[in-house]
């Protein structure tokens, strides 16, 4: 039996919203979409599965591009993140703030590492999780 993509990705968003509830991430993201149009006919689906687990979700319209994934898994894609508590959120902005502006200080070499490590950490990954997709990733900006 083949599921197709929207169910698929469905049912991978409502484990993710599972595991925020329970404690077991701290944020999720869903998978990432080519187009906005294509992230948002997932929102009324996202509305429920949120309802349901009493979690949140914020849509993402400029990905969060670090050394932890493969750049061409997110570049130009949307997505949104799980969450359960705002000051999570407010972290993974935050995040994605401080790299911004050392990127355009000229400084993203000198805590690229360090960002993409706290990434991980906002994505509840091990140690040993973030260290093995850092030395796994050839694709990097």
Not at 10 to 24: P, S
Not at 74 to 89: A, M, P, R, S
């Amino acid at each position: 039996m083949m599921i197709d993509k929207f169910s698929y990705q469905l049912g991978a968003a409502d484990c993710f919203c599972e595991m925020v509830r329970a404690g077991v991430k701290r944020i999720a993201l869903s998978h990432p979409c080519d187009t906005k149009e294509e992230r948002d006919s997932f929102l009324s689906e996202f509305d429920k599965l949120c309802e349901k687990y009493g979690v949140c979700y914020y849509v993402e319209n400029e990905s969060f591009l670090t050394d932890l994934f493969p750049l061409s898994l997110n570049q130009g894609k949307f997505n949104v993140i799980f969450y359960q508590d705002e000051t999570v959120l407010q972290e993974y902005l935050g995040l994605k703030a401080e790299k911004g502006k050392a990127v355009a200080a000229g400084k993203y070499a000198n805590c690229r590492e360090e960002i993409a490590w706290r990434y991980g950490k906002l994505l509840s990954y091990t140690d040993e999780g973030i260290q093995r997709l850092l030395d796994a990733n050839a694709d990097k900006e």
